[in-house]
RNA sequence: GCGGGAAUAGCUCAGUGGUAGAGCAUCAGCUUCCCAAGCUGAGGGUCGAGGGUUCGAUCCCCUUUUCCCGCUCCA
């Protein structure tokens, strides 16, 4: 099957049985945004466990944090956020190239210069040594014109961006015939800007009014609570701190499903370290994190390392790990080696030390962080897109069928066993009723009578259930029943009483956590 | 954002300028002792939205929204 394909069904999948549904859909919907379904929600709390656990729960030098969205807005400013992301746009519909309009303008207000330069230095040559350069800057006819098309032009502009006036910066490009570098081209599309950040505002009333951005990356509130965690918590470096939340991110082009969404989560991890030794614990992240992927046993062919060339103004290493989605090697994960840059921009922003005394040194310094950082939401479809099969089989009648199953990792699956009587009368019910009852504090559990047996099953393999266990009249006489696997449909009768011990065993966490450490 | 394609029942799709169809799914009942698609019955659609042409538009035209593919962008 082609892989594109693969990916259709597999977003048809998660719509049909209530994984994730697009945002708003009756009024036609939002664009690049999801919300998790019944069984979503709870794959993707089993996720976000998984991570916790692996990160909080093990590790005695990591405390986790819940920052809020809203931050204030000096946050941005130090972290470069504000002035980084906030370019007017515009596309050439010939060469079909995007270009920042307020570069397009500046290159031409250099080449007016550059050209009036060439009129000076070929009149110097001219003109010899008695040339004198202010007196023809001041009187050569040409040179003025130039020079007063070059003032307009960069009034215009000036005004133009102070105002924010897209129009007038598209106008301006129209009227100094600025053409596309690549195909000459001068059939451009409206100028748009494009910021990186949403905004809101707080405030009763619009009058006092302030301006904030819903945050586009969890690690600030990390860093700005740096000393409080740090001072309550009397935690040593080195130390981290883990926080699961939301980002937001006004995409240009948002698709592929949840893999590139405006709204998301994230779960991230900053490690705060001794300077100078950074090059030891990015390699040790490195290779912790990509263990807690592959812990989960899904092929290991699926993931590798991609290794930035091209680093971020606040990196010196950084690299991702990547999984092999049905539209090719994408980004799930990244971790960076951010040095002190956060802390340092903050502490100047802030005016506030943020600093570490080191007693084995014996001196206080801005300390260094690695960070790991993955996409949940990018995880979730990482697990889906490893976990969905359309599986051939025999029947024993020896036809040909199809199934589709989820062969989730037992300790995700949304629903971990379902409960069937094998027929809906001589108080098969009742008994499944009851035992579904015992288990249900236990585990998440669902109890179903409707339809034949089988097309019960094949309802569970469908959302990932691992287990499915039937009460068949065999029950009322010995209190045994059979529990049957997904991903081999095999059966086994066992004692009632032994169902948790042996559920508990198949869905344990720990039995995956154990390999990370 | 640009270019191309698509949108009809929960899903997959058929269909016609003159009152909207199938299969599956759903619900109720029957049947059924282990791997969906037996039987009977029922519910469900202003044919993505807005406008235009027309006596009449799901169908023709325009606009718009969403999704898919390609390009582009990406810390």
């Known amino acids: 099957m082609l892989q594109e394909d693969i990916f259709k069904k597999l977003t048809a999948h998660c719509k049909e049985y209530g994984f994730i549904f697009q945002s708003s859909e009756i009024y036609d919907g939002l664009s690049a945004v999801y919300d998790y379904g019944q069984y979503g929600v709870e794959l993707k709390n089993n996720i976000k466990k998984y991570w916790w656990d692996a990160m909080v729960l093990l590790n005695d030098d990591i405390v986790g944090l819940d920052s809020a969205i809203f931050m204030h807005p000096d946050v941005w400013k130090a972290s470069g956020h504000v002035d980084a992301f906030n370019d007017p746009l515009i596309d050439n519909r010939d060469s079909k190239k995007r270009y920042r309009a307020d570069v397009l303008i500046e290159e031409f207000l250099e080449k007016l210069s550059e050209k009036i330069n060439k009129e000076v230095a070929k009149a110097a040559r001219r003109f010899g040594e008695e040339f004198d350069e202010a007196m023809f800057r001041k009187t050569n ?264 199953v989820l062969q989730l990792p037992p300790l995700l699956a949304p629903v971990k066993l379902a409960v069937f009587p094998l027929v809906k009368k001589d108080g098969l019910p009742e008994i499944s009723q009851k035992i579904r009852d015992d288990l249900r504090f236990d585990f998440a559990c669902q109890y179903e009578e409707k339809d034949s047996i089988g097309r019960r099953y094949r309802r569970q393999d469908a959302i990932g259930t691992p287990f499915c266990i039937t009460i068949d009249h065999q029950t009322r006489e010995d209190e045994t029943v059979t529990i049957r696997y997904r991903d081999t449909m095999e059966q086994e009768r066992v004692p009632v009483g032994k169902l948790r011990e042996i559920i508990s065993e198949k869905v344990s966490i720990k039995k995956v956590l154990e390999k990370l450490y």
């Not at 005016?351 to 990018?378: A, C, H, M, W």
């Not at 479809?381 to 199934?403: F, H, M, Y």
């Open 141 to 404: 006819a040409r040179i003025l014109d130039l020079n007063q098309r070059l003032e307009s032009v960069r009034m215009r502009f000036v005004e133009a961006s102070e105002k924010g006036d897209l129009d007038g910066i598209r106008q301006l490009i129209i009227d100094c015939e600025i053409a596309d570098p690549v195909s000459g081209s001068r059939n451009w599309t409206e100028v748009r800007q494009f910021n990186l950040m949403f905004d809101t505002r707080v405030g009763s009333v619009s009058e006092d009014a302030n301006t904030i951005y819903l945050r586009p990356e969890t690690a600030q509130g990390i860093f700005v609570n740096f000393m409080n965690v740090q001072k309550s918590g009397r935690m040593k470096l080195p130390f981290g701190i883990a926080q699961i939340g939301k980002a937001f991110r006004n995409e240009i082009v948002a698709r592929q499903f949840i893999f590139r969404m405006r709204e998301f989560e994230q779960m991230e991890m900053q490690f705060f370290i001794r300077p100078g030794e950074e090059k030891q614990w990015y390699e040790y992240w490195k290779d912790k994190r990509m263990k807690w992927h592959k812990a989960l046993g899904f092929s290991e062919s699926k993931y590798r390392f991609h290794d930035h060339v091209k680093l971020a103004h606040y990196a010196d290493a950084a690299t991702d790990i990547e999984f092999d989605f049905p539209f090719g090697f994408k980004e799930v994960e990244g971790i960076h080696s951010r040095t002190d840059y956060d802390l340092s921009q903050h502490q100047k922003f802030c005016g506030k030390k943020l600093q570490y005394f080191d007693n084995e040194l014996n001196k206080s310094y801005v300390p260094y962080v690695v960070e790991t950082s993955i996409g949940l939401d990018r995880m979730f479809l990482t697990v889906l897109a490893a976990s969905w099969k359309e599986e051939k089989i025999t029947k024993a009648n020896g036809q040909e069928d199809e199934r589709v």
